[in-house]
């Protein structure tokens, strides 16, 4: 079965914090998976993409995702996070005959 | 350029209603890709439509059905209405190449059955 699981449903940060969202998946095909993101009332966007080569893949806003095949997983990272990036953030899996699976989401709070 | 519309932004039904969402992709975008979110979960995949054929098909009942037009807009229609048919029904719009897949989504319709 195909399927995306991101454990960390909230997230508090404070400014300046390292973050680190976490998404593991469920597939035996080739992968191509991303992260997008739901800023409070606007539309989810993507922020990144991994379709093959290198699995360090850098999306905007100083976002970045390493895809680790051996633990099927493609958490996401950014060094320092600032107050703008409070959002709610999806992984989705791109699976058999164009099905897309997203995670549940995980909700991240910036404080200031 | 516009972004993906969809209409109406939100709709009240009652149960063993019928509705129809609409939506417009980006121009350009030849395949439109349908959504469930119901709260406090991530998007469920409905549908996929490129030029005006399905190409996906996630797993709901045959009561939703979808469809897309020569001008590449798409309707998805539920029949007999359910309680749980409440959440909001994303649109997404993408060019359709495989070496993209990047989508592109709209504001929703949020629909509540009663």
């Known amino acids: 079965a195909q399927s995306v699981s991101q454990h960390n449903h909230h997230v508090i940060l404070s400014e300046a914090a390292s973050l680190e969202l976490g998404c593991n998946y469920s597939y035996g095909g080739t992968v191509n998976l991303f992260w997008y993101v739901q800023y409070p009332g606007q539309h989810l966007q993507l922020l990144l993409k991994?379709?093959?080569?290198?699995?360090l893949v850098k999306g905007i806003k100083g976002f970045e995702a390493e895809f680790i095949k051996s633990k099927f997983s493609f958490n996401l990272r950014k060094p320092s996070v600032q107050w703008s990036d409070t959002a709610e953030y999806f992984c989705?899996?791109?699976?058999?005959?164009?099905?897309?699976?997203f995670g549940s989401g995980t909700k991240l709070n910036v404080k200031p | 350029d516009a972004g993906v519309t969809q209409s109406p932004t939100h709709l009240i039904k009652t149960r063993g209603q019928h509705v129809t969402l609409r939506c417009s992709p980006i121009?350009?975008?030849?395949?439109v890709s349908w959504y469930q979110q119901v709260l406090g979960q991530g998007p469920q995949f409905i549908f996929q439509y490129y030029e005006k054929e399905e190409r996906g098909r996630g797993n709901f009942p045959d009561r939703f059905s979808a469809r897309q037009f020569p001008n590449y807009s798409s309707e998805l229609n539920v029949n007999a209405l359910l309680l749980g048919d409440s959440a909001l029904y994303l649109c997404?719009?993408?060019?359709?190449?495989?070496?993209?897949?990047?989508?592109?989504f709209g504001p929703g319709t949020r629909l509540t059955v009663t």
């Open positions: 989705a899996l791109r699976g058999l005959f164009n099905k897309f699976y």
């Open positions: 991994y379709f093959s080569g290198d699995p």
């Open positions: 997404a719009s993408s060019t359709g190449q495989t070496a993209s897949y990047e989508q592109y």
């Open positions: 121009s350009g975008h030849k395949s």
